[in-house]
């Protein structure tokens, strides 16, 4: 199978190397020509435009910003897309656009997968990652082999769509942990703890999360890198919203973290890391919540191992 990939930033660019490292024929594009160039040393080839990979590649895989550049993208793409082609969606993005987009790809006689990926770009990096995939059950198991090497942990979630429902989901469980975490931790350097020991308790109480035990390390750092930015969580957690209301489901809790991190972009600016939302509680406080010993970034220390489907328990 030869594959296209779109987009080759922090997400992209870690998802496309475990393909090219684990020897598939991978051909990349990218606007940033230093990205492409990168790919290609390490072994891709240059896919010179989206229409040119679509024509080339029996699968080309999506991994960009916001559902308009995925769009845009496409725009290029459907010419090209017959029987045999799929449209693999690995950007987090919304569900209704994911759907509409799909449903063109279909009409070529393409097949399309929304297929978003959660765990943090650490695991990218290492393939290790978890993904979920929303698609007919044939296309599903045609592409297992490509998700299972870029993941460790691959769920069938349904039709599509359904993929981008529970990424928005999880991506909103995340942001909640976070800004908890936040908190929990400038209460606990107020209140005159040890915040390594603050840590520790969090790490092994009810009270831990993934988020606690990646995000809460880079934020006691000072380092506050984690890949990952105030504009994107609130398109994440908009869309969360959007799906939310879809379905006229009253929320209380989003609404409040939208408004947040309103704030934290006023504040701080759009491409400010994600975890200095915890900056709002600094300087109304005049805390400084940082702690020796902690990492400045995150690692995968789990060697990479083929990944699997995940079973759903009936």
């Not at 459907?78 to 799909?102: C, F, N, Q, Y």
């Not at 469980?173 to 800004?179: G, K």
Request: aromatic share 4%; with cysteine; hydrophobic share 40%.
């Amino acid at each position: 199978m030869r594959v296209g990939f779109i987009g080759l930033g922090n997400v992209g660019g870690k998802l496309s190397g475990s393909l090219i490292r684990n020897g598939y024929d991978v051909s990349v594009h990218d606007l940033n020509a230093d990205f492409v160039a990168g790919k290609v040393a390490d072994g891709a080839r240059d896919g010179q435009s989206p229409a040119q990979l679509m024509q080339d590649c029996d699968a080309v895989i999506t991994c960009l910003p916001s559902p308009a550049a995925s769009a845009a993208v496409m725009a290029e793409m459907l010419p090209h897309i017959g029987p045999g082609k799929i449209w693999m969606e690995m950007s987090t993005t919304d569900e209704a656009e994911v759907k509409r987009i799909g449903a063109q790809v279909i009409d070529a006689g393409g097949a399309a997968v929304d297929c978003p990926v959660s765990g943090g770009c650490h695991r990218a990096d290492t393939g290790n990652i978890s993904i979920f995939a929303g698609c007919d059950r044939p296309t599903f198991d045609r592409i297992l082999p490509l998700l299972t090497t870029m993941g460790r942990r691959v769920l069938h979630t349904g039709e599509l769509g359904s993929a981008s429902v529970l990424k928005v989901l999880t991506n909103y469980l995340a942001t909640a942990n976070l800004v908890s975490c936040a908190e929990a931790l400038t209460v606990a350097k107020g209140a005159g703890m040890d915040l390594g020991v603050a840590y520790e308790a969090m790490a092994i109480s009810s009270g831990t999360s993934f988020v606690h035990e990646t995000e809460s390390q880079v934020i006691l750092n000072g380092s506050r890198d984690i890949s990952f930015t105030m504009d994107l969580v609130a398109k994440d957690i908009g869309l969360f919203q959007d799906v939310a209301d879809r379905a006229g489901v009253p929320l209380q809790l989003n609404p409040l973290l939208i408004e947040i991190f309103n704030d934290g972009i006023a504040r701080f600016g759009p491409r400010e890391l994600s975890p200095n939302i915890i900056k709002r509680l600094e300087e109304a406080t005049g805390l400084d919540v940082t702690a020796p010993g902690f990492p400045s970034e995150m690692t995968d220390d789990e060697p990479e191992e083929q990944g699997a489907e995940v079973v759903v328990r009936r």
